[in-house]
């Protein structure tokens, strides 16, 4: 059975940083492309990032490019989220999905939604 958990998520002030991890277990990130989402009371899903699980590839989002990076362990087990400079905006349930990639060597993310998803982990940003 394929699980992705995410954790890291918590309180911060505005300005400050949080690390969050989406561990996988079942699967093997090498292969995959991994989506960080995040949503907000009342306000749609929205992607924020994708990484290739294979070679560390990303890209982001407008509204975090630049404060947010991905990265991914050496075992491939593990994604990061670094999130810096943070804003009460960045307030939001945040949770990872991934997908296998369908050319080796690319990847993408689906903001529809992946083939796996876990469940959230909350970050409140106060002012």
């Known amino acids: 059975e394929v699980q992705l958990q995410a954790s890291g998520g918590g309180l911060a002030q505005t300005g400050g940083s949080l690390r969050l991890s989406c561990a996988a277990s079942g699967i093997n990130f090498d292969g995959y492309a991994i989506g960080w989402f995040r949503q907000a009371p009342g306000k749609e899903r929205e992607g924020v990032a994708c990484?290739?699980?294979?070679?560390?590839?990303?890209y982001y989002s407008g509204p975090v490019q630049g404060r947010f990076t991905a990265s991914v362990d050496n075992a491939k087990t593990t994604v990061y989220l670094q999130m810096n400079s943070l804003k009460p905006e960045d307030t939001a349930d945040y949770h990872c999905?991934?997908?296998?990639?369908?050319?080796?060597?690319?990847?993408?993310?689906?903001?529809?939604?992946?083939?796996?998803r876990g469940k959230g982990t909350q970050v409140t940003v106060s002012s």
């Open positions: 999905e991934a997908d296998p990639v369908k050319i080796p060597g690319t990847y993408s993310c689906d903001y529809f939604g992946m083939k796996y």
């Open positions: 990484i290739s699980g294979s070679d560390g590839r990303s």
